[in-house]
């Protein structure tokens, strides 16, 4: 059995796709001018039999006195999460705990994620960052040769 179902940007994959190989899904650049999906992507995983989520605060934030105001809420503070992760894919057995991690991830930070992910091995992520001005991508290392960059 063959498919791929998108359904809110979560999306689970299972089998190949018609040229008989893994599903490739496409991962946006996380840039505020990015406003359509698939029209400008940061890299392509390569995957299959999976649940994928992607959290991001590049596209639905404010300004607010020249300070960006994000839709992320941290629950420990109550305010919007701070810091340079813009972006994260999460890949899990099920779309459920993808979704999750996700959004728990944009909220924590990538060193705080990291220290679950070590603890869970369904889970493995993807994590785009801004290192000044500059689109960064880490892996955990299961996903190293599932990712192909955006520029090939």
């Not at 505020?32 to 989520?53: R, V």
Request: proline share 3%; net charge negative.
């Amino acid at each position: 059995l063959n498919y791929l179902v998108e359904i809110g940007g979560e999306i689970r994959v299972r089998g190949e796709n018609l040229h008989g190989e893994d599903w490739r899904i496409g991962i946006d650049r996380p840039s505020e001018s990015n406003l359509i999906p698939g029209q400008d992507m940061q890299a392509i995983l390569q995957i299959t039999n999976k649940g994928i989520a992607t959290s991001g605060n590049y596209r639905q934030f404010y300004i607010e006195n020249g300070e960006k105001i994000t839709h992320t809420i941290n629950p420990a503070t109550g305010y919007p999460a701070q810091h340079n992760l813009l972006s994260t894919t999460v890949i899990a057995n099920d779309c459920l705990t993808a979704d999750a991690y996700a959004t728990a991830f944009l909220v924590a930070g990538v060193e705080k994620s990291l220290e679950w992910i070590n603890n869970n091995a369904e889970i493995e992520a993807i994590f785009i960052c801004d290192e000044d001005g500059e689109y960064k991508m880490y892996c955990t290392p299961a996903l190293e040769d599932k990712i192909i960059q955006g520029d090939e």
